[in-house]
Each structure stands twice: as C-alpha cells, then as structure tokens.
C-alpha cells in the first residue's frame, strides 16, 4: 500500500485546546504540520512583531494557514539555503524568507472539508438505503462490538515525543485504517489514556490518514495520549461503501469498534478512553457517548449535535436550492415516518440528545460565532439540554472564528495536566 509519511514539526494547540486537555484529563499524562507544497506564490520577509499568524492572515486571509507556509518554507529550505527550517512554529526570526504557497495548494491541506449539511459529494452518500430503524439508539446498543487483533501496518516518522503508526482493525468484518500515536517512555502502571479521534467531513476518496488535523491530533499525542483516529468505511484504504452519518449508522459502529480494538491494544489503559469529535465526528461522539459506557470524557468542536428534528428544520433550510438529492435522507424519512410533529416518538428515537441521561461522561462543547457551515445554536442548545438532564459539561465560545476554530492559535501548553475526575 503506498502511502505518504508526514514530517515531524512542532505545533501550536489552539486556544480552545488548552481547556481541551483539561477536560481529557481525567485520562492523565506528562506532556505540526501539514503536506509540503513545492512552489511558492510569494516570498515575503519576517520583521519586527510578525507570527506566523500573522503573516497567514495577510497573505493567505487564513490565519489558520499558518501550517502552510511551515511546510513551503521547509520544502524550500531542503533546496535552498536562503530558506530557514522552521523548527518550532513559536518562534520565527526577523530577516527569516518565507515561502508563502499558492492557494491551490491551501485548499488541499485545510484540517477539514466538511460540508456541514450533506451538499455536493457528501449527498451522494447520505441516503437511506435501509430500514431507518438502524437510525435508532436502541438499534446501536442492541450491537456487538467485540473488538479485534491490533494490526500495525505502517510504521510513519515519530512525533516529538511519541511513535506514529497506520494501524487496522475490524468493523463488521470489513478491514478498517486509522492513524495511531503512542507515546514515548515509561507508560503508566495502568497504562497511556486513550483519545478517539473522530475527523469531520472529508470527502471519501481524497482521504488520508495522515492528512489534514495534523496539529490537533498532535497537540494531544505530545501531551502523553494515545491518539488513534479512525478511518471510517470507505474513506481512504478503508473497506466497506462510504454511506455517510446521517442517514446510516455505520460510521458510529465503526468508532464503537475502534474503541474495542484500542482497549485490547497493550499499552492502552481501557478505563481511560475519551473522544474528540469535530463537525461530523462531534455528531459520531455524542452518539458513541449514549451507546457505549467505555468512553469516560468527549470533547466536541462545531459539532453537528442537534437533534434530527432539528437537522431536518433549521439546518440548511436558509439555502434555496439544494438539490434534490441533498435532502434525500431527510426526504425518506419525512416520507416513511412523518413530520416531528407528527411522529414526535419517532424522531426522539433517532436522536441522541433524546439519551443525554445515559451520557457515559461529561461534554464539552467549542464552538466559533461565525461558523458558517454548522450554527453554533446546535451547540448552545445541547449545552442547555445537558444542563436539564443534569449531566457535567463545559461550553466555549470563540467570537468571529470560523468551524474549524482557526484563529484561535496560541503556543502549546505544556506540563503536567491535573486529574479532573478520579477513576
């Protein structure tokens, strides 16, 4: 199989991240890159008070694209001697020259392409191509998942601190792909904490493992976690028919798989796993979180968490012309089982925020104000949901910032993380 192996470069963690590991840390531990592009736009030269940041926002009108112009930089670098290689993303020099690449080359690297409502390629995928009772939350906990043998496949370049590896396993038979980290010396007598890494949107057949998230999957293996972030059916080598989150419930049954492999894994502690989900995969967390007791703590950005009723009504709906075929799933269900209204029983049985009692460990919630792709309301609303059901959980607000929470860059945290919850 080939693959690309990613360099190892430095991170900065987002500053929602910081209360990110906080929350993760009922797991304990001790206590970045993106694909190289060859050619560059423009060169320009660091002065006084630029960040790399900075220079992203000026000239790529991505601050988040920071990781970009490491990368070019450093392609550079290998070539030409009047390029720095950048080491740590912190710390840049007045005088360093800086590749700035082309946009094209931007689109390709962004930590996530969700669409969030199904549009474009991703509506091919969601339709309904089976009973929809395999929507239901009783359908997930009425499933097996028993787990499988830990296969490494490829061993990548280690991080800072930690060894990286493509590892598979087994969902419903079919042969599935992830990105793993495990961390360097002594383990704990329990063994490392575990992190589910749930991506967003990418379309199926442009996925890679070790693309795109490169920075967050990193912030959190260099604090001392293992990472492993599933592949899902049909994204990238993995086997099985991409069918999409909302209208099939496979990609959550294969994260509930991914945690019963990684708690046979050996230096896994298995009463240590808590997840990460982003847009989509914050939708597969909630719904692993009602499913399964294995998973202790989640951690959502700009995920797509209302309810179906919600899904259905207010998201997309201010669009006047999604094609037809992008309403599929909803129009199928509309048609089979009624309006929410209509058929309230229902509804409340597709959605996980109908189980946020069952909740097997305390949510928190990152959302940007100007997310365009998913509302933040559907983030406002579980917090408030999670309140009325009495269930712990933490949201964070991050004014003018986009879905993929951007600019919130600051330096790494670093040192030891407190215990937040005693297991």
């Known amino acids: 199989m080939q693959r690309r192996t990613m360099k190892k470069t430095s991170i900065i963690i987002g500053r929602a991240l910081a209360p990110v590991v906080l929350l993760l840390a009922l797991l304990w531990p001790y206590q970045a890159g993106a694909q190289s592009t060859s050619g560059c736009a423009k060169v320009v030269t660091v002065r006084a008070g630029d960040t790399l940041t900075g ?49 094209a080359a931007i689109a390709a690297q962004t930590p996530d392409e969700d669409e969030g409502g199904p549009t474009g390629d991703q509506a091919a995928e969601e339709t309904l191509l089976f009973d929809a009772e395999q929507l239901t939350i009783d359908f997930l906990r009425k499933g097996s998942y028993p787990g499988s043998e830990i296969e490494i496949e ?44 749930n991506h967003g949107y990418i379309p199926p ?47 959550v049954i294969d994260v509930l798989n991914a945690v019963a492999w990684i708690k046979q894994y050996p230096d896994a502690d298995p009463k240590r796993i808590g997840m990460w989900g982003h847009s989509m995969g914050g939708y597969i967390t909630l719904r692993a979180m009602v499913t399964t007791d294995d998973v202790k703590a989640g951690v959502i950005w700009a995920g797509v968490v209302a309810s179906y009723p919600d899904l259905v009504e207010r998201w997309n709906r201010r669009t006047s012309d999604i094609p037809e075929r992008a309403r599929r799933w909803r129009t199928q269900l509309l048609e089979q089982y009624g309006t929410p209204a209509e058929n309230p029983a229902f509804w409340n049985t597709i959605s996980a925020n109908s189980y946020l009692e069952d909740l097997s460990g305390p949510v928190q919630i990152h959302h940007g104000t100007a997310d365009a792709t998913v509302p933040i309301e559907f983030s406002v609303k579980l917090f408030d949901q999670l309140k009325a059901a009495n269930q712990p959980g933490e949201i964070y607000t991050y004014l003018g910032d986009d879905h993929n929470i951007a600019q919130s860059l600051i330096r790494p945290w670093r040192g030891h993380l407190p215990i937040l919850m005693s297991m």
């Open 205 to 251: 057949e442009v996925y890679r493992p070790t693309e795109r998230y490169v920075a967050y999957v990193d912030a959190l293996a260099s604090n001392g976690y293992i990472v492993f972030r599933p592949d899902y059916r049909g994204n990238g080598f993995s086997e099985g028919e991409a069918r999409g989150a909302y209208g099939a419930p496979d990609y």
């Open 55 to 103: 220079i992203a926002e000026t000239h790529l009108a991505d601050p988040g694209a920071y990781e970009s112009i490491v990368d070019a930089t450093n392609a550079r670098a290998r070539t030409d001697d009047s390029f720095p290689t950048i080491s740590d993303e912190t710390l840049i020099q007045i005088g360093w020259r800086l590749c700035i690449p082309p946009q």
């Open 154 to 197: 490829e061993v990548l370049a280690p991080g800072e601190n930690y060894d990286r590896y493509i590892a598979s396993y087994l969902s419903e038979g079919l042969k599935q792909y992830g990105l793993l980290t495990v961390p360097q010396g002594k383990k704990p007598a329990t063994g490392w904490p575990v992190i589910v890494f």
